[in-house]
T-cell receptor, first 113, second 111 residues
């Protein structure tokens, strides 16, 4: 059973470009969470999704950030018009329906130059 | 309140010693308390977790102690090894299944 798969592992974008981060949850998991980790800091919740539904997006910045988890395919975290402050590690986690144990992917390290 | 406060920020222990990391929370709706271990460049990995209906849980060298009335919980690593050197995060989960993390403790175990 493969773990949570995130790609790309590393992503470099110039200021103003778009960043797309992908997350495939563990098999059988229908809940996906995105977290952001700034250098030398803890993990901050961004958004919680189930298939085709955003359950909680209270941690998402109001502008430029969006997330989706379509019926088919991976969950996508999209950052439009990136700025240097978006440079961080973005982690995806998944959990089974109705269970609180969450498993994390290896993360995508975004660098904005 | 959604905060989880973790201390110390960094910890240096000699090989064979006991590492102790503490966390405190305010939201009484939290009902699941996991600890994660993170190595540089890797994602957090679930280490051990506890629910508030028990006061202690032990798995190998790792023990969680939980004090519901004080709203505090701690991780004890017995016989600490250099391979335990990592960043440890406590977390809490309430309704909505989202994890609220502490700020992390960077543990260094000297050989």
């Amino acid at each position: 059973n493969a773990g949570v798969m995130q790609n790309p592992r590393h992503l470099v974008r110039r200021r103003g470009q778009e960043a797309r981060l992908r997350c495939s949850p563990m098999k059988g998991h229908s809940h996906v969470y995105w977290y952001r980790q700034l250098p030398e800091e803890g993990l901050k919740f961004m958004v919680y999704l189930q298939k085709e539904n955003i359950i909680d997006e209270s941690g998402m910045p109001k502008e430029r950030f969006s997330a989706e988890f379509p019926k088919e395919g991976p969950s996508i975290l999209r950052i439009q018009q990136v700025v240097r402050g978006d440079s961080a590690a973005y982690f995806c986690a998944s959990s089974p329906l109705g269970y609180t144990e969450a498993f994390f992917g290896q993360g995508t390290r975004l660098t904005v130059v | 309140q959604q905060q989880v406060k973790q201390s110390p920020q960094s910890l240096i222990v000699q090989k064979g010693g006991i590492s102790i990391i503490n966390c405190a929370y305010e939201n009484t709706a939290f009902d699941y308390f996991p600890w994660y271990q993170q190595f540089p460049g890797k994602g957090p990995a679930l280490l051990i977790a506890i629910r508030p209906d028990v006061s202690e849980k032990k798995e190998g060298r790792f023990t969680i102690s939980f004090n519901k009335s004080a709203k505090q919980f701690s991780l004890h690593i017995m016989d600490s090894q250099p391979g335990d050197s990592a960043t440890y995060f406590c977390a809490a989960v309430g309704s909505g299944s989202r994890l609220t993390f502490g700020e992390g403790t960077q543990l260094t175990v000297n050989p």
